[in-house]
C-alpha cells in the first residue's frame, strides 16, 4: 500500500497535462506499507539508491550518500541487538 501526502498541493488538469497551481512550497511524505522486495544497488558514482516495492507494484526509491547508508545500516544493527522485532 503506498500513503502519499501532499502538503498545499494544487494542480490544473487541462487537455491531459498536468501543471502546478499556485505557489511552489509543497512538502510531500511517501510511506509504502507491505514492501515484498527490497534491494539496494549503485546509482551515479556517489550513492546508493534503496528501491522498495510492494505487491501491488507500488515502488519507492531512495537514493543516499554512502555515509548515510552507513548510518542506516548502524541503526539497524542496533535494532537487531535491542528490538522484539528481530527475535
Not at 22 to 38: C, I, Q, R, W, Y
Not at 44 to 72: H, Y
Amino acid at each position: 500500500m503506498l500513503n502519499l501526502l501532499i502538503d498545499e498541493f494544487m494542480v490544473e488538469l487541462t487537455d491531459g497535462a498536468i501543471k502546478n497551481v499556485g505557489p511552489s512550497n509543497k512538502t510531500g511524505t511517501a510511506k509504502l506499507f507491505d514492501v515484498t522486495e527490497a534491494e539496494a544497488r549503485e546509482f551515479g558514482d556517489k550513492r546508493v539508491k534503496l528501491v522498495f516495492e510492494d505487491d501491488e507494484g507500488n515502488e519507492v526509491q531512495v537514493s543516499l550518500f554512502p555515509e548515510q547508508v552507513r548510518e542506516v545500516a548502524a541503526d539497524i544493527e542496533a535494532l537487531e541487538d535491542d528490538s522484539p522485532v528481530f527475535e
